[in-house]
Each structure stands twice: as C-alpha cells, then as structure tokens.
C-alpha cells in the first residue's frame, strides 16, 4: 500500500506540475497579446498625429475647412495645438473687379485690368510671396499650423464680381494660389456682373475660401437690431446651408463698423473681420478689426510691392469706422 500510495503521489505532483507549467505558458502568451494590441493602437494614434499638420495645412488651402479648423472656438471646432503659435503678420489686399473700367464708370479706382492682375501676380511672387487664406493665417496665429515657405499674403476680393471667377481664379490656378471670396448675397447679380451658384461652387472647389460682406452690402451702422442680424447672421447662415463651408470672417462693407457691429459679428460666431484700414494683419489685433490694403487700378506691380512694404506696421484699426 506504501508503495502505491508513494506512486499516486508522485503521479498528483507531476499533474500538478504540467497544470502550472500550461498556466505559465497561458498568462505568457496572453502578456504577448496585450503588448502587441497596445503597440497596434499606438502606432495607429501616433500616425494621425503625424499626419495632422500637413493634412491641416491642405485642408486650409483647400478651405476644407474648412473641417477647417480655420475657426475660433465660437464655431465650435476644437483646438488642436501643432505647434507653436505663429506671429507672423499678414498683408491682405483688396480687390474689386478684374476688367477694364468701362466708359463712366463711377468708381474706376475698383478696376484693376487683367493683364496688369496677372503682372501683379507674378511680381508677387518673384519676390517670394505665396497666397493664404483668412482661416490659415488664424489656424497659424492659433495653433502654430505652418503657413508654408516664403511671405504668405492674403488675395481678397469682394463683392462677389463675375470677374473674379473669369478672371482672377485662372491667373491663381496658374501659381497654385487661392483666394478669399468676400460674397454679398444680393443686390449684384449676373446681369450687373455678380456671380452665379456654379461659379461659387467652382472657386470653393478650387480650393477659395468663401466668406461674406453680408446679404446686400448695406451700410450696417445705420441699420435697426433686426435688419443688422439679417445682413450678418441670416447671410452666414444661408452661406453655410447652400454651399457646405464654414464662412468664418466677415467684411465690413465699404469698411463702415461700430460697436454695435462688431457684437453683431461676434454673436453671429465669426472668428474676425476685416476692415479698409491700411496695414497688414496682426496676431496682436483686435481680430474683428483686421486692416486691408486697397488695390486701385493703375497700380504698377513695383508700386503694388512697395505699398505692402511702406504699411506693414501700421496702427490699430480705430474702434469705429464711419469713412468720413
């Protein structure tokens, strides 16, 4: 009985032996698993992490945005740091209509011919300036996102003038430049020059950003509460619904501004606007209050450069702006 007893025993401690080994081997092989699962979902972040600037950066030339993260916190896109925040002030010119001014014209100083566009254009750009957009200069000032190499400089055309389509967005394409569409809703249409839907479509397309002066391009200081929400937030609103961008600036039209204005804009959830106050744009502005520069027809491409050049420090916009 000893004998088998001693031999039971034995065969229990060799079970008991091949059960810890095959638990060993188990918890092993589990340790591996979960190492490697973690190793998967971090590889995974991190890609996108990467990836997060330059596809910021195309997605701002594109106004993909618009995503777009073009905006400040008041449309409600997070704000994702890329790295750090840029200061680099940005001029923005001004254009009107890209044709020749026709017999009579009462402001022909809005003129500027296309060839001369065009000049203008490349003389930019010889002298190493490249085009952005409103939502990549915040997107820089905000998060650090590159804004490229060389001088950005921001294209703005206002109005909504079938020029601009015909006219500016070919020589732009031309470079790999884009614009800033400032769209008046209405009172400018096809048959005085204006827009149509598809041409619209076709600059956002190309990669414009498209941002408004408002329905009719009234002069909003003189106008009542509700006519004042009209012009401001109906227009972004109606905007957003029919062409799917965030149409995050407003431009104040003929630059008239007050106060009352801009809290209009700014509970209308615009991330800035911009005025017709010379100088270039700065992070430390007031961003409701961003200067232009005018570009008058006539302006030859060395004087266009050296108007940029004569203002970059100029002073802060005025709280109010009446154009008296």
């Not at 945005?65 to 002030?89: D, N, Q």
């Not at 060389?150 to 006219?167: A, C, E, M, R």
């Not at 700014?266 to 005018?294: F, M, N």
Request: with cysteine.
């Amino acid at each position: 009985m000893d004998a088998e007893q001693s031999r039971l025993r034995r065969e229990q401690r060799r079970r008991e032996q091949r059960r810890r080994r095959a638990f060993a081997l188990a918890a092993l092989v589990a340790v591996v698993a979960i190492a490697l699962l973690i190793a998967v979902v971090v590889g995974s972040g991190g890609s996108s992490r990467a990836k997060r600037p330059s596809d910021a950066s195309r997605g701002s030339a594109a106004h993909t945005a618009r995503s777009r993260s073009r905006t400040a916190p008041a449309s409600g896109i997070a704000t994702v740091r890329v790295g750090p925040a840029g200061h680099e002030a940005v001029p923005i010119l001004m254009y009107h209509v890209i044709a020749a001014p026709p017999a009579g014209a009462p402001f022909p100083g809005l003129y500027v011919e296309p060839a001369l566009f065009a000049a203008q254009m490349q003389a930019l750009k010889d002298a190493g300036w490249h085009a952005v957009t409103p939502d990549q200069v915040a997107s820089s000032w905000r998060e650090g996102t590159p804004l490229g190499a060389g001088k950005p400089i921001v294209l703005s055309f206002d109005n909504g003038y079938q020029s601009q389509y015909t006219q500016a967005l070919p020589v732009l394409k031309r470079l790999g430049w884009v614009g800033e569409e400032n769209i008046q809703l209405s009172g400018l249409p096809p048959s005085q020059g204006g827009l149509l839907q598809r041409q619209i479509r076709g600059m956002v397309a190309a990669g414009w950003e498209l941002d408004t002066q408002g329905f009719s391009h009234a002069d909003l200081i003189t106008l009542d509460a509700a006519a004042l929400h009209y012009e401001v937030a109906v227009a972004r609103q109606t905007l957003r619904r029919r062409f799917h961008v965030p149409v995050d600036w407003f431009c104040y039209p003929s630059g008239h501004y007050d106060a009352t204005v801009i809290a209009a804009v700014k509970a209308a959830g615009y991330a800035g606007s911009t005025t017709v106050v010379p100088g270039w744009a700065h992070r430390e502005d007031d961003p409701y209050r961003l200067h232009r520069l005018r570009v008058l027809g006539g302006t030859s491409p060395q004087a266009l450069l050296s108007q940029i050049a004569a203002v970059r420090g100029g002073p802060p916009a005025p709280a109010s702006y009446t154009g008296a």
